[in-house]
């Protein structure tokens, strides 16, 4: 048993809090709604789409304001934001040009979690150039100049970090990527990197290279840039990758849209820093994202033991908040950020297990209590100030009807 600085007690083993270290906040409407006709790829982003067409700041402040005590009920204690839904719907700014994203930022905010705003470029709608159109003009600032200018008028706050974002080589035109590096220098810097072969194979057909190699030569991989996904890679590709950078992996998301089983053990062999996120939020459930790295390294190799329990957790908890630019939790030390989650010893899936392997039994569910930066933000299950599941349910409601 153990105590917050309230002097409530906590049950169960306590952990440090969880980093979600990819998140698409309004991805969450999408969950059990792709799978009509079998689902694909397609019909997944076609209903993707639809929603990004029908937010506008506070409808997105809700559903997010939902979906952040939603990760909150999990154990996660700080989110990075990849975000690319900046405009109106058709493409217009809104009269304070960051309203989505300080919308997001009151969200996290209001969910009693930390956030990390990951804001992205996003000029293109393919690797050879081809302008946005339809409900993508609302992710575009229509140069990079124009995404600095608007970048450099964000404010975070307590719990607020700003970093950046290449939405991914299809997106961001090459002949900025150099400067882009340069100016976002020493901020947490995400990128989706070859999530599926076709990207590699459109990448190789303009630029002659496969993405990673393209972002090395630009000087975009530093000592604070994330690669999420990196599921089909070269060997050169994991010798770029593995010269220090974070990779985020996404098994439930991955999973959920067949994007394939990334190289994690040969990622970390070589030198990389894994981490994990819930990406499109098919689950948010850091437990199930963790042992799904050592599980689907299970399936593709045929044999047991790729990571211990105890690498799963540090991806969850002090890697993830270390790619996001906060050094100073995801531990349960002195002078550490006082983030903590007690998990039941004692529920169905947990009774009898060796809590030292509690990272292949537990689920979001058995997360009874949540403390962020010393304040207690989950009781019971429950979250102290958001009814979760009637938020969600209100809110998804209000963006698809």
């Given amino acids: 048993m153990n105590s917050d600085k309230s002097g409530e007690s906590l049950r169960g083993l306590v952990i440090p809090g969880f980093a979600n270290a990819h998140s698409h906040a309004f991805h969450r409407a999408l969950r059990g709604r792709t799978h009509g006709d079998r689902g694909s790829f397609w019909t997944w982003r076609e209903l993707m789409y639809q929603v990004a067409g029908r ?29 690319y839904l900046h405009h109106g719907p058709d493409g217009v700014p809104y009269a304070d040009p960051n309203a989505m994203g300080h919308a997001l930022i009151a969200a996290a ?10 804001d992205a470029v996003y ?32 404010h975070g706050g307590d719990g607020v970090k700003i970093g950046a974002a290449l939405h991914s080589v299809r997106a961001a035109p090459a002949d900025g990527m150099a400067t882009f590096a340069q100016r976002t220098g020493g901020l947490p810097v995400h990128v989706h990197l070859s999530e599926q072969p076709a990207e590699n194979e459109a990448c190789r057909n303009v630029h002659g290279c496969s993405p990673a190699e393209l972002l090395d030569a630009m000087g975009v991989w530093q000592p604070t840039t994330t690669a999420v996904h990196a599921t089909h890679l070269s060997t ?6 593995g010269d220090g950078q974070y990779i985020c992996f996404c098994p439930t998301t991955e999973r959920d849209l067949a994007d394939g089983i990334g190289p994690a053990r040969a990622l970390a ?15 948010i459930d850091i437990f199930e994202e963790a042992r799904g790295v050592e599980l689907d390294e299970r399936l593709a190799t045929r044999q047991r033991g790729h990571f211990t329990a105890a690498e799963l957790l540090t991806a969850a908890t002090s890697a993830g908040h270390a790619s996001l630019g906060w050094s100073d939790t995801g531990e349960i030390a002195a002078g550490r ?6 998990v039941s010893l004692d529920s169905v899936r947990t009774a009898g297990t060796d809590p030292a392997g509690l990272i292949f039994a537990a689920t979001a569910a058995d997360v009874t209590d949540v403390i962020v930066d010393g304040r207690r933000i989950v009781t019971d299950g429950r979250h102290r100030s958001i009814d979760v599941p009637a938020a969600l349910r209100d809110a998804i409601a209000g963006v698809l009807s």
């Fill in 123 to 154: 000029l293109t709608a393919g690797v050879e150039g081809k302008p946005l159109e339809g409900v993508q003009r609302r992710f575009g600032d229509g140069s990079y100049d124009g995404w600095f200018e608007r970048f450099e008028q964000l």
């Fill in 337 to 342: 950020r006082a983030d903590l989650v007690a």
């Fill in 236 to 241: 050169a590709d994991l010798g770029i990758l």
């Fill in 109 to 118: 905010r209001e969910a009693g979690i930390r956030i990390t705003l990951l």
């Fill in 55 to 83: 937010l506008d700041p506070d409808s997105y402040f809700t559903l997010a304001k939902a979906v952040y005590g939603e990760m909150a009920l999990a154990g996660i204690t700080t989110v990075g934001e990849f975000h």
């Fill in 269 to 283: 062999d070589a030198g990389a820093t894994l981490t994990l996120g819930s990406d499109s939020h098919a689950m």
